[in-house]
T-cell receptor, first 114, second 112 residues
Framework: DVKVTQSSRYLVKRTGEKVFLECVQD?????MFWYRQDPGLGLRLIYF???????EKGDIPEGYSVSREKKERFSLILESASTNQTSMYLC?????????????FGPGTRLTVL | EDQVTQSPEALRLQEGESSSLNCSYT??????LFWYRQDPGKGPEFLFT???AGEEKEKERLKATLTKKESFLHITAPKPEDSATYLC?????????????FGKGITLSVRP
């Protein structure tokens, strides 16, 4: 079974705090993704990574940064959390093959910024 | 730009009442179309990958089909435990080659 774990299921932070969300996989998949999911807006891609130390901006990167120092870990960083970053954050992984690459998701982190 | 539209937004069924969920898409060359199930407060769970028009895949009460413009998720004799949000996504050959484009999902409620 594919295993994607996220560091916290629920997190409460204050405005202006630096927030770290970590994602760990045990499948040796090349690609890792961070999404946020909000009611009525669906899944929106924040950042993704094809390889260690590689990162690409997704559709909504503003206010976020990422780090991938090891293949199995992909961290999402909120440099200065704001209330509009309250959301469900989902990590996903996929293989880097030539064909169709289904993504496998972690359980999600529900972040509340007060 | 790839696009995915799912309809209806929400669907309420009686237990045993079969129905279909629709996913319309536009993509610059289809690599794959994916269906996911998502329970409240959890991450999406992968169900199927469809690669080309005419392909069908089944899993228990679910059957996914694909045409050149649409995919359908048919639910036969649903049970209350089938209640969830169902997401459709596509991967095309253009752009960043591992990105998926997701629809907003269809929330299915099955009443006993």
């Amino acid at each position: 079974d594919v295993k994607v774990t996220q560091s916290s299921r629920y997190l409460v932070k204050r405005t202006g705090e630096k927030v770290f969300l970590e994602c760990v996989q045990d499948m040796d998949h090349e690609n890792m993704f961070w999404y946020r999911q909000d009611p009525g807006l669906g899944l929106r891609l924040i950042y993704f990574s094809y390889d260690v130390k590689m990162k690409e901006k997704g559709d909504i990167p503003e206010g976020y940064s990422v780090s991938r120092e090891k293949k199995e870990r992909f961290s999402l960083i909120l440099e200065s959390a704001s209330t509009n970053q309250t959301s469900m954050y989902l990590c996903a992984i996929s293989r880097g093959l030539a064909g169709a690459n289904e993504q496998f998701f972690g359980p999600g982190t529900r972040l509340t910024v007060l | 730009e790839d696009q995915v539209t799912q309809s209806p937004e929400a669907l309420r069924l009686q237990e045993g009442e079969s129905s279909s969920l629709n996913c319309s898409y536009t993509v610059s060359g289809l690599r794959g179309l994916f269906w996911y199930r998502q329970d409240p407060g959890k991450g999406p769970e992968f169900l199927f990958t469809l690669y080309s028009a005419g392909e069908e895949k089944e899993k228990e009460r679910l059957k996914a089909t694909l045409t050149k413009k649409e995919s359908f998720l048919h639910i036969t004799a649903p049970k209350p435990e089938d209640s969830a949000t169902y997401l459709c996504a596509v991967q095309g050959w253009g752009g960043a080659n591992s990105k998926l484009t997701f629809g907003k999902g269809i929330t299915l409620s099955v009443r006993p």
